[in-house]
């Protein structure tokens, strides 16, 4: 318990005197990499401590008695919901006022009259919780330490904005304080607190430049997420008053007659939809990519959408053949597939990478809504690798854009020569995300399998041609990085040391998750799912061949995923993508004599114009296919929007009357 207390606790200490450190100085940048340390040291050594002397099959509990916190979290609330208020009137988004009112009132309701007041425990640590808190904090303080260089560079370039970073390292901290908070609450009151948290976090941190356009962004984050917040809220009163019960838990032990349980359920799952910018909520995370790279790092892989899935994770053993199920795994698929699509049509690279994340967060969405223990098994694999490379394909955009005034992918024609560091670290990244052996194919893989056993037919084409899209966006993007003109050279390294201390472990972690995953699925992912499925691990078990498995093992045996001749192949495929950048450099450093390229006059003798019928010098230019006509945003991201409404709208009308099964 108290390493568990100063994982939530020393994040909002350290936010707080960052917050009044407004002077760009060492003694500030000191301290936030060695609080950022110190938080990543206790979440080792509390995944260490647990494992070694706690009961993780069936979960430790802590904090029965909680009146005087309940009182203090209540007074938390209120205070979120005046920061709210003074906004929305100061930017006159008055409806604003009624979302969070709508969510808020309810919760001092019944913390201020001990309606909600229960001697079940509010907090539990569990297999996942581990993972979460791993996830939360290495990924979320090496993003902060990231910040520390990064943010110095950022207001050199744009010095039209205010510099806050005294105040942007401060909303950091109380992201990451909050996030650890809400993934070890197991009481619904508590985690909701934590959830809006990190929606009024999310709300500050896009909103960082001040300009017209992250003030629109920064609000439509707030609303979507707020509207998910009274979803929440409407859930818990429904738990409290009806159910009489308080925590996920107990809401879990429905289980076996989930019709009770399908109000909240489907409450608690809108409210995900929201948080996980799944469609039609997408647009908010879109508009994240306007605040410093920092915050896309960070909303996008360790804490914000994490918040989302990870709840979808816990609900997953109530969603199997529910209309729940079928909403979230509909949505799910549609906003991968969907996602993928909109990926290849768009060059700015964070916004690339946006709609990877929406996607990769729909194909989550769906492996929860499944509610088959392979499927989840999938899912939290998805989550744990996609938040180490997302985070560190967003801090090398970033390191880039700072270094070139641009993170346009089309600008990094010959990156391998000119960044050669950068070209590594992001070929690593693009890997990790498409090509074998790395984890999010291997879980990508697993999740197909489980779609199929699912009988969920549309499932399956969601990943087989969302994934197909996933590549092609990839390969263009890798294909710019070693695309290599006569006469490229080296430019100097700009990014700080601090970001190299950021992305390096990370591209490391990235590489060695494909080696150590069965490990993570034996000790971490396995006995979790053991003990949430409990009897449904049959239905696992007989569903795999008796030669190859998921990782996923039964009380009397540990079947293996991936036969020994895969292992080989991966270990050959890893060993190539890490030679390959390497190999490039050397290739172009060889001197040989080169022939010049044809085109359509005299080649100005540089391989990069010609001279034309006028003798007037055309410059050559290689870009890459985007098909905005086809498929891009101004064609299908409106009806996609509303397609995803429509449907929402008729399954959240099914669940809330009709509460039935199919």
């Known amino acids: 318990m108290p390493v568990l207390a100063f994982l939530i606790l020393f994040p909002f200490a350290a936010a707080f005197i ?33 494992y070694l002397h706690h009961d993780m099959e069936m979960g430790t509990y802590y904090l029965s008695d909680t009146h005087t916190a309940d009182m203090f979290i209540a007074a938390g609330e209120f205070c979120l919901m005046l920061l709210v208020f003074s906004q929305a009137i100061r930017f006159k988004k008055y409806y604003i006022l009624l979302l969070s009112a709508l969510g808020t009132i309810p919760a001092l309701y019944l913390d201020l009259m001990g309606i909600s007041e229960t001697t079940a425990s509010h907090l539990k640590v569990d297999h996942l919780t581990v993972i979460m808190v791993l996830v939360v904090g290495i990924v979320g303080s090496l993003i902060c330490i990231y910040a520390v260089g990064y943010i110095r560079d950022y207001h050199n370039h744009h010095t039209e904005y205010r510099d806050r970073s005294g105040y942007f390292f401060s909303m950091l901290f109380v992201f990451l304080g909050a996030m650890m908070g809400l993934i070890s609450s197991d009481n619904l009151s508590w985690m909701y607190f934590f959830w809006e948290i990190t929606s009024v976090c999310s709300f500050l941190l896009i909103g960082y430049p001040q300009t017209q356009e992250a003030v629109t962004n920064s609000f439509r984050a707030l609303w979507m997420n707020l509207l998910g917040g009274c979803g929440f809220m409407a859930a818990i009163i429904f738990c409290v008053c009806v159910m009489e019960i308080t925590n996920i838990s107990q809401l879990l032990l429905f289980a076996a007659i989930p019709a009770m349980a399908i109000f909240p359920v489907g409450m608690l799952s809108f409210a995900a939809l929201t948080k996980s910018a799944q469609m039609p909520f997408s647009r908010w995370l879109l508009g994240a990519m306007v605040a410093p790279t920092p915050t896309s790092a960070l909303l996008h892989s360790a804490t914000m959408v994490k918040a989302g899935v990870y709840l979808l994770l816990r609900l997953s053993p109530m969603m199997y053949g529910t209309y729940v199920g079928i909403m979230v795994t509909a949505i799910g698929g549609f906003t991968f597939f969907a996602a993928s699509l909109l990926a290849i049509t768009v060059s700015d690279g964070k916004k690339v990478l946006a709609y990877s994340t929406i996607s990769n967060l729909g194909l989550i969405t769906a492996a929860a809504g499944c509610g088959m223990s392979e499927a989840v098994w999938a899912g939290i694999m998805l989550l744990i690798f996609h938040a180490v490379t997302k985070s560190m394909m967003f801090m090398s955009v970033g390191a880039y854009e700072n270094s070139t005034g641009s993170r346009d992918v089309e600008d990094m024609h010959g990156m391998i020569l000119r960044y050669p560091k950068l070209a590594f670290v992001m070929t690593i990244g693009i890997f990790g995300m498409s090509v074998v052996p790395m984890g999010m194919c291997v879980a990508k893989w697993a999740a197909l399998r489980a779609f199929v056993d699912s009988g969920y037919i549309y499932l399956t084409l969601f990943l087989c041609f969302g994934s197909a899209s996933t590549m092609f966006y990839w390969t263009k993007w890798l294909g710019k990085i070693f695309s290599v003109s006569r006469e490229s050279a080296r430019h100097e390294d700009t990014v700080h040391g601090s970001e190299w201390t950021a992305i390096y472990p990370l591209t490391v972690t990235a590489v060695i998750l494909c080696l150590v995953y069965p490990l993570i699925s034996t000790f971490a992912v396995t006995p979790y799912i053991q003990n949430a499925f409990s009897g449904s691990l049959n239905r696992l078990v007989t569903s795999v061949p008796a030669d190859s498995s998921l990782g996923i093992a039964s009380n009397a045996e540990t079947a293996q995923a991936i036969s020994t001749e895969d292992f080989i192949i991966m270990g050959v495929m890893l060993i190539c993508m890490c030679i390959l950048p390497l190999g490039m450099k050397y290739v172009n450093s060889v001197q040989e004599r080169r022939v010049l390229s044809y085109m359509s006059g005299f080649n100005t003798g540089n391989d990069r114009g010609f001279y034309d019928s006028q003798g007037e010098i055309k410059e050559q230019y290689l870009s890459n296919w985007y098909m905005p006509d086809i498929f891009g945003e101004g064609k299908i991201l409106k009806p996609c929007l509303m397609l995803a409404s429509a449907f929402l709208i008729v399954m959240m009308t099914a669940c809330t009357v009709g509460g039935l099964f199919i």
């Open 18 to 50: 960052l917050f009044f450190l407004k002077k760009d100085s060492k003694g500030r940048s000191f301290l936030v990499i060695f609080c950022a340390l110190a938080e990543l040291a206790a979440s080792v050594y509390f995944a260490i401590d647990n």
